[in-house]
């Protein structure tokens, strides 16, 4: 029964429940007390879709989608989890939509809020992210910035938790581009989780001080070099990504030439543990970030990681939608 409150009643519940208490998805320390339970969430969601049954916990429900940077795993993963949530998604470009045209990102952020239940936003940068968040009224799920990529880190944890049984104590070592959104979520996202986590990267493109700081306060081991020698050396997972993230590609002759020695090869992995898995979000550059014989290799996991993207928004959806 629908009880219709009296509208004293009805301020005072607003009151309690304003609609600040909606729950973002910006950075990974926004989930840094439930991050267990998505990704528990998101394994026990898969086993049960995939033995068949209905998982439409957010029937009727709109997800929008808005991208400011071109995506393949990120727009279908999410579309795709809606759909199987029972929901819907709609794509929005931002060179379709009034955003890319110069209408604030004030206006559409509160527009959009009196459409949609959930907005997914692929940002050029963090600060608009931030203001995007701060305006909507509905959930915020980061698709990337510059700074952060929280729902392929959760993604990650997700699938080392599948090929390893558990998180806590194992050892991830992460080459390349140190100051890009991966390497700042996985600093955040690992150390949280309780994994000690080493950055392997040269002096110039060393993290943001701000997330090495952060996920010292968690307690584990955290380093940062510039020392490729022997760096994988007793590493559960070996992990990388572009060099050239998007919104870097002037920088691209410069940066390729700044990383060379930074390939993860053959022979960098079997310095790590013998059962280590290999990771990278994708796109991946062969020759350069990695190898194919690494990418494509025993030890990769790629593609598990490329699907878990699925399963793991559909964690994160189900749980921003509780709030
Ligand atoms: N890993 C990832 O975010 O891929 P897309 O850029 O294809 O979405
Ligand atoms: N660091 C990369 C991740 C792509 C999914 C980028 O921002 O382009």
């Not at 990974?28 to 998101?42: G, S």
């Not at 305006?135 to 929280?150: Q, R």
């Amino acid at each position: 029964m629908n009880i219709d409150f009296p509208t004293t009643i009805r301020l005072k519940k607003e009151m309690a429940f304003p609609t600040s208490m909606k729950r973002d998805l910006i950075s990974m320390l926004d989930v840094k007390d439930d991050l267990v339970e998505i990704i528990d969430l998101a394994i026990d969601l898969k086993q049960q879709s995939k033995s068949g049954a209905s998982i439409e916990l957010l029937k009727g429900k709109t997800l929008g989608m808005i991208f400011e940077k071109s995506s393949t795993r990120t727009r279908v993963s999410f579309e795709v989890g809606m759909t199987k949530l029972g929901g819907h998604a709609i794509f929005l470009s931002t060179n379709d939509i009034q955003l890319g045209r110069g209408e604030t990102i004030e206006d559409t952020a509160l527009v959009l809020s009196r459409y949609v239940d959930i907005i997914m936003y692929r940002a050029k940068s963090n600060k608009a992210m931030k203001e995007f968040a701060e305006n909507a009224t509905v959930p915020v799920i980061s698709g990337l910035d510059d700074k952060e990529h929280p729902c392929q880190v959760i993604t990650d944890l997700m699938t080392i938790k599948e090929h390893k049984g558990k998180l806590k104590g194992l050892n991830l070592v992460y080459l390349g581009d140190g100051d890009n959104n991966m390497a700042h979520s996985y600093l955040l996202g690992c150390a949280m989780i309780g994994m000690n986590v080493k950055i392997v990267s040269p002096k110039k493109y060393w993290p943001d001080k701000y997330y090495v700081e952060e996920a010292k306060k968690f307690g584990v081991t955290v380093e940062v070099t510039d020392k490729i020698e022997k760096s994988t050396d007793g590493a559960d997972v070996v992990a990388t990504d572009t060099w050239v993230s998007m919104g870097d590609e002037a920088e691209k002759t410069k940066r390729i030439k700044e990383f060379q020695e930074y390939t993860i090869n053959q022979k960098l992995m079997s310095l790590a543990k013998p059962d280590a898995i290999f990771m990278h979000c994708l796109p991946a550059y062969y020759g350069y970030e990695v190898t194919k014989e690494v990418a494509h290799g025993k030890q990769s996991v790629i593609f598990d990681e490329a699907e878990n993207r699925l399963w793991a928004q559909i964690g994160i959806m189900v749980t921003l939608n509780k709030q």
